[in-house]
C-alpha cells in the first residue's frame, strides 16, 4: 500500500472502518442469499448479522497492522500470540473452506446430524482466509521492525509443533486407513478442535506482556473493541440459528465457532480492564502513547 494512502486512511480511521462494517454488513446481508435451512425473516437477519460482524472481526486486524507501520515497532505486541493466529485461522480456514464447499464432506455431516446442514456459512469462509493472510503480514512486519528483542517463546514453538505434528498424523492414517475414527470430517474436527485450544492459549502471552510492561502500548484497543464485537455478534446469531430452528446441533455439530465468540469476549474484557483501568495512568504518561485517530484511546 502505498505510505500517501496508508497516511489518509490512519487519519479518517474511524470514518473508514465504520463505513466498512456498515457497507459490509448492510450490502452483503441484503444482495446475497439468505440462509435457507432458517425461516423468515430470521434467516435475513442471521445473514446481516454474519456479514456484520465478519466485517468487526476482519478490520480488527488492521488498526495492528497500521500501528506496527506508524511506530515502525512491534515493541508491546507478543509474537506468540502472532505465531498462533497463524496456525489457528490456517486451521479454521481448512475447516470452513471443506464444510462450505465440499459436497463429501456435508454428505458426511448430515449422515452423522440427522440429516440437518452445517452451520457455516460464507462469510466464515471469507473471514477465515482473510485472518490468514493479514497474520501472515502482521509477522512479516515483525521481520522488518523493531522487536526490541522480543523472540517466540519455547512454549509456543511446541504447542504449534504438536498441533502440526498431531494433524499431519491424523491426515495420514486417515488417507491410508478406513474407519468410523479416522475420516475426513473427524480430520476437520480436528483442525476445528486445535483452532479452539489455540484461541484458549493464544491471548495469555499477550495479558502477561501487557502485565510485564504495566502498558498497553504497541498492543491497539480497537483490535480487542471490534473483536468484542464481533464475538458478541457471533454468538448472538448462532443463538438465534439453534432457537428459530430449534437446532442445538448449529453449536454441538460446529462448536469451534461459538467457543471462538465466547473466548474472544473473554480475554477482550480483561485487555479492555488492563487499557482503562489498570494500565491507563502508564499509557497515558508514556512517550509512545497513541494519538492518530485511528489509534487513539476513547
Same mark, same amino acid.
Given at each position: 500500500?502505498?505510505?500517501?494512502?496508508?497516511?489518509?486512511?490512519?487519519?479518517?480511521?474511524?470514518?473508514?472502518?465504520?463505513?466498512?462494517?456498515?457497507?459490509?454488513?448492510?450490502?452483503?446481508?441484503?444482495?446475497?442469499?439468505?440462509?435457507?435451512?432458517?425461516?423468515?425473516?430470521?434467516?435475513?437477519?442471521?445473514?446481516?448479522?454474519?456479514?456484520?460482524?465478519? &466485517?468487526?472481526?476482519? #478490520?480488527?486486524?488492521?488498526? !495492528?497492522?497500521?500501528? *506496527?507501520?506508524?511506530?515502525?515497532?512491534?515493541?508491546?505486541?507478543?509474537?506468540?500470540?502472532?505465531? $498462533?493466529?497463524?496456525?489457528?485461522?490456517?486451521? $479454521?480456514?481448512?475447516?470452513?473452506? &471443506?464444510?462450505?464447499? %465440499?459436497?463429501?464432506?456435508?454428505?458426511?455431516?448430515?449422515?452423522?446430524? *440427522?440429516?440437518?446442514?452445517?452451520?457455516?456459512?460464507?462469510?466464515?469462509?471469507?473471514?477465515?482466509?482473510?485472518?490468514?493472510?493479514?497474520?501472515?503480514? @502482521?509477522?512479516?512486519? @515483525?521481520?522488518?521492525?523493531?522487536?526490541?528483542?522480543?523472540?517466540?517463546?519455547?512454549?509456543?514453538?511446541? @504447542? =504449534?509443533?504438536?498441533?502440526? =505434528?498431531? &494433524?499431519?498424523?491424523?491426515?495420514?492414517?486417515?488417507?491410508?486407513?478406513?474407519?468410523?475414527?479416522?475420516?475426513?470430517?473427524?480430520?476437520?474436527?480436528?483442525? %476445528?478442535?486445535?483452532?479452539?485450544?489455540?484461541?484458549?492459549?493464544?491471548?495469555?502471552? !499477550?495479558?502477561?506482556?501487557?502485565? !510485564?510492561?504495566?502498558?498497553?502500548?504497541?498492543?491497539?484497543?480497537?483490535?480487542?473493541?471490534?473483536?468484542?464485537?464481533?464475538?458478541?455478534?457471533?454468538?448472538? !446469531?448462532?443463538?438465534?440459528?439453534?432457537?428459530?430452528?430449534?437446532?442445538?446441533?448449529?453449536?454441538?455439530?460446529?462448536?469451534?465457532?461459538?467457543?471462538?465468540?465466547?473466548?474472544? =469476549?473473554?480475554?477482550? #474484557?480483561?485487555?479492555? #480492564?488492563?487499557?482503562?483501568?489498570?494500565?491507563?495512568?502508564?499509557?497515558? %504518561?508514556?512517550?509512545?502513547?497513541?494519538?492518530?485517530?485511528?489509534?487513539?484511546?476513547?
Amino acid at each position: 500500500m502505498h505510505p500517501t494512502l496508508l497516511a489518509w486512511t490512519e487519519r479518517h480511521g474511524v470514518a473508514v472502518g465504520v463505513s466498512i462494517i456498515a457497507l459490509t454488513g448492510l450490502g452483503l446481508g441484503f444482495s446475497t442469499d439468505a440462509t435457507s435451512n432458517i425461516p423468515q425473516p430470521y434467516n435475513r437477519i442471521s445473514s446481516i448479522v454474519g456479514w456484520i460482524y465478519f &466485517a468487526c472481526w476482519s #478490520v480488527s486486524f488492521w488498526p !495492528q497492522v497500521f500501528l *506496527n507501520w506508524r511506530r515502525k515497532s512491534v515493541v508491546g505486541l507478543s509474537l506468540d500470540f502472532l505465531v $498462533y493466529n497463524i496456525l489457528g485461522f490456517g486451521c $479454521y480456514a481448512v475447516f470452513n473452506l &471443506a464444510f462450505f464447499y %465440499s459436497d463429501s464432506v456435508q454428505d458426511e455431516y448430515k449422515r452423522f446430524h *440427522n440429516g440437518l446442514p452445517n452451520a457455516v456459512q460464507i462469510n466464515d469462509v471469507f473471514f477465515a482466509l482473510h485472518a490468514v493472510a493479514v497474520s501472515l503480514l @502482521t509477522y512479516y512486519q @515483525t521481520t522488518i521492525y523493531n522487536r526490541g528483542g522480543q523472540v517466540v517463546s519455547a512454549t509456543c514453538k511446541a @504447542t =504449534v509443533g504438536i498441533g502440526l =505434528v498431531a &494433524a499431519a498424523l491424523f491426515l495420514t492414517i486417515t488417507i491410508f486407513t478406513s474407519s468410523e475414527l479416522f475420516n475426513v470430517l473427524n480430520f476437520l474436527y480436528l483442525l %476445528s478442535y486445535i483452532k479452539l485450544v489455540v484461541s484458549l492459549v493464544k491471548y495469555i502471552p !499477550q495479558v502477561y506482556l501487557n502485565y !510485564q510492561r504495566q502498558l498497553t502500548i504497541g498492543w491497539t484497543i480497537w483490535n480487542v473493541l471490534l473483536d468484542f464485537s464481533g464475538g458478541l455478534l457471533s454468538m448472538a !446469531q448462532i443463538l438465534m440459528t439453534s432457537s428459530v430452528t430449534n437446532d442445538w446441533t448449529a453449536i454441538t455439530g460446529d462448536p469451534v465457532k461459538f467457543g471462538l465468540g465466547f473466548t474472544s =469476549v473473554f480475554f477482550d #474484557v480483561i485487555f479492555m #480492564v488492563q487499557h482503562y483501568i489498570l494500565y491507563r495512568e502508564n499509557n497515558a %504518561s508514556n512517550s509512545e502513547s497513541e494519538q492518530s485517530p485511528l489509534l487513539g484511546r476513547i
